[in-house]
């Protein structure tokens, strides 16, 4: 659910970027992600986060 919040909240803002911003049709946007957080990559698209570290504390779901 955290990555897909991610996900959604960097297509909201894509989306309204200015026209100054836009690439050319046909290339693609380039972007880097880092998750500073243990996990157990399950996938190449998919894993589970092993434990919340520096100082946050997150109650299960």
């Known amino acids: 659910e955290l990555f897909d919040f991610i996900a959604e909240a960097l297509a909201k803002f894509v989306a309204k970027e200015g026209e100054d911003f ?3 049709p046909g ?3 380039e972007l880097g992600f880092t998750f500073s957080f243990p996990v157990e ?3 190449i698209a998919s894993g589970t986060l ?3 570290t520096k100082g946050f ?3 299960e779901t």
Do not use: C, G, L, N
Request: charged share 35%.
């Open 22 to 24: 836009h690439i050319e």
């Open 50 to 52: 092993i434990k919340w």
């Open 27 to 29: 290339r693609q946007r």
């Open 57 to 59: 504390s997150i109650d």
């Open 41 to 43: 990559q399950t996938s």
